[in-house]
């Protein structure tokens, strides 16, 4: 079946400007996280959702960085004027549930955010 | 949240077996161990997930001790295309991961 998708692959932008990033999970899957990886690095957690409890936004890095979801569907990451150090790929990742019973969660391709 | 050590890096030949030992002392007793591996520009993708004891599938084994403050994950006979970093995380309502081990494999 289809998995978690993402747009844009690749995104440009200027510093200062606004970018969304978007994700799209995997059909039934209540959970969903978004992560940033830089260039060589690790995945830093940013926020995760489940359901229609408050979501857990302990890792945005700055009041710049924002995320929602409608429902159990379509998430959106919305970095607010943009930084060079905000360069990164960000990844999104989703499962069905936050059980552990749940299965691991499955992670999309990525957008490739690069800040000029 | 339950912090994991891995190895940063790793070297091996096709055909050998290896083994990435990841300690996680301040496992809680609700959480699971999980393994992804991630290619170059790509998402990771999920390898294997253990509570305790042994666990294998058809791509690698998890080890797991009694006290579960470690595992060990064992990738029988590697290939070139195994060649990917490996994390080791411990797995509670979030999903943390550490640096992980970058493995490569050589002819």
């Known amino acids: 079946g289809a998995g978690v998708s993402q747009s844009p692959s690749n995104k440009v932008t200027e510093k200062g400007k606004d970018v969304e990033l978007r994700c799209d999970p995997i059909?039934?899957?209540?959970?969903l996280y978004w992560y940033r990886q830089r260039l060589g690095q690790g995945l830093e957690f940013l926020i995760y959702f489940q359901g229609n409890s408050a979501p857990d936004k302990s890792g945005l890095p700055s009041d710049r960085f924002s995320a929602e979801r409608t429902g159990e569907s379509v998430s959106t990451l919305t970095i607010q004027r943009t930084q060079q150090e905000d360069s990164a790929v960000y990844l999104c990742?989703?499962?069905?549930?936050?059980?552990?019973?749940?299965?691991?969660?499955?992670f999309g391709p990525g957008t490739r955010l690069t800040v000029t | 949240l339950a912090k994991t050590t891995q190895p940063i890096s790793m070297d091996s030949y096709e055909g050998q077996e290896v083994n990435i030992t990841c300690s996680h002392n301040n496992i809680a007793t609700n959480d699971y161990i999980t393994w992804y591996q991630q290619f170059p520009s790509q998402g990771p993708r999920f390898i294997i997930q253990g509570y305790k004891t042994k666990v294998t599938n058809e791509v690698a084994s998890l080890f797991i001790p009694a006290d579960r403050k470690s595992s060990t994950l064992s990738l029988p006979r590697v290939s070139l295309s195994d060649t990917a970093v490996y994390y080791c995380l411990v797995r509670g309502r979030a999903l943390t991961f550490g640096s992980g081990t970058r493995l490569q494999v050589q002819p």
């Open positions: 059909s039934g899957h209540t959970a």
């Open positions: 990742a989703s499962s069905l549930g936050s059980d552990l019973l749940a299965g691991a969660p499955d």
